[in-house]
C-alpha cells in the first residue's frame, strides 16, 4: 500500500528557501521512482524532478536546475524537495508521486505515476 503525504509548504518571500518533504505514511519507498510535480492555478501539472530506486538518480527540469535538489534519505522512507532562490513562479500546489520503478530509472510524465500524495502550496511573494 502506498500513501503518500507531503509537507513542507508555507509562504515565503523571494530568493527564500524552503524543503518539502514526502513520505510513504512511514514505510520505504522500495522499488518505487519518485517524482515531484506543480500545478499552478490556471495551468497544467508539471514535471519538476524525479529520482530512481537503485541509485538515486535524479533529474529537475530546465526552469528549476541549480535550484531545486531532490534526495533521498538513507532510510528511504522520506524523499525531500530542497528548493532555493524561489521565485513568484513557482507558486504553486507541490505534488509529490510514486511508481513501482526499479532500477536507475524515473518518470517525467505525470501519467505515468499511479500514486499521489495530495498536495503542499508553495507560495512566493515578491
Known amino acids: 500500500q502506498v500513501h503518500l503525504v507531503e509537507s513542507g509548504g508555507g509562504l515565503v518571500q523571494a530568493g527564500d528557501s524552503l524543503t518539502l518533504s514526502c513520505a510513504n505514511s512511514?514505510?520505504?519507498?522500495?522499488?518505487?521512482?519518485v517524482g515531484w510535480f506543480r500545478q499552478a492555478p490556471g495551468k497544467e501539472r508539471e514535471f519538476v524532478c524525479a529520482?530512481?530506486?537503485?541509485?538515486?538518480?535524479?533529474y529537475c527540469a530546465n526552469d528549476v536546475q541549480g535550484r531545486f535538489t531532490i534526495s533521498r534519505d538513507n532510510a528511504k522512507t522520506t524523499v525531500r524537495l530542497q528548493m532555493n532562490s524561489l521565485k513568484p513562479e513557482d507558486t504553486a500546489v507541490y505534488y509529490c508521486?510514486?511508481?513501482?520503478?526499479?532500477?536507475?530509472?524515473?518518470?517525467?510524465?505525470?501519467?505515468?505515476?499511479?500514486?499521489w500524495g495530495q498536495g503542499t502550496q508553495v507560495t512566493v511573494s515578491s
Open positions: 529520482i530512481s530506486w537503485s541509485d538515486d538518480t535524479t
Open positions: 512511514g514505510r520505504t519507498f522500495n522499488n518505487y521512482a
Open positions: 508521486a510514486a511508481d513501482l520503478l526499479s532500477g536507475s530509472y524515473y518518470y517525467t510524465h505525470a501519467y505515468e505515476y499511479d500514486y
